[in-house]
């Protein structure tokens, strides 16, 4: 019985995934045309690539609120930097340092004064919203260039462009936490912070790390974000920050930290993104859809909790 539970909980994110295709398949004609399919995964990259970067942070048991304020601010800056008229290679290392530099704010703020990664993110949650307010005056900031467009809206062999760079980002990340020293270190301080540092762990510079790659990928949300809209939305992220932390939760990593993966994330994305997606094709309203992610989350959290305690018992 305790091995069945053990199988069922190393798939089970690709068993909801599974059942919820099927489902949406037969409550919708036009879930499985690829069109649709495509179009899906291009509304999930956004939010997946920012959940990649939070399943690192949450793996080593912290938590990022910042995320979407970051985006929104990152967002405004590459939409003012190219109504500047300044150059792509300006705009786009630039507007992923700033993502970086609110990231290493957290981590510093964590690492070098002990705050919790809750207070401190919440804070630079407020932070960067205002900061976007007043760089936007709370006005869209609207841009024309074509290359900048093709970021979000391009397409490479049929795929779209936002597609190939979330794959990109999932695969480097997959490759770290499987393969490098660092991958190994976030897993140990998630599962005993303590016993890393007495290890021999860099535990501070390694938090420090993954909150400034949590800034960074807000950063290249952004830049797609803006990309495809062509324009800064002063209220660009609103509650991404919520739809990244249950992918990540969904996917099957513990809020407690040092157990999960990156694989888990991007099908928890999907799912989040599916559930979106057949909730509009059957014209449900924003509202309900709102209870129904809500009550995913919930139900996610339970069953990580559930077959958390059937591991050690």
Known sequence: MTKGLALVNKYRVLIIFAALCLAAGIVSDSFLTVNNLLNVVRQVSITAIIAAGMTLIILIAGIDLSVGSVLAFTGAA?????????????????????????????????????IPSFITTLAVMVIARGMTLVYTKGYPVVVSNDAFRYIGNGKIAGVPLPIIIMLAVFALMYWVLRYTSFGRYIYAIGGNEEAARLSGIPVNTIKLAVFGIGGLLSALS??????????????????IELDAIAAVIIGGTSLAGGRGGIVGTLFGALIMGILDNVLNLMNVSPFYQSIAKGLVILLAVLVDSKFSKIKTR
């Open 78 to 114: 590459a939409a003012g930097m190219i109504a500047a008229k300044l150059p792509l290679v300006v705009v786009l290392p630039a507007t992923l340092l700033v993502g970086l530099l609110f990231g290493l704010v957290n981590g510093l703020f964590v690492t070098r004064w002990g």
């Open 222 to 239: 952004a830049i797609i974000y803006t990309s495809r809209l062509m324009s800064a939305q002063p209220t660009a992220g609103t509650g």
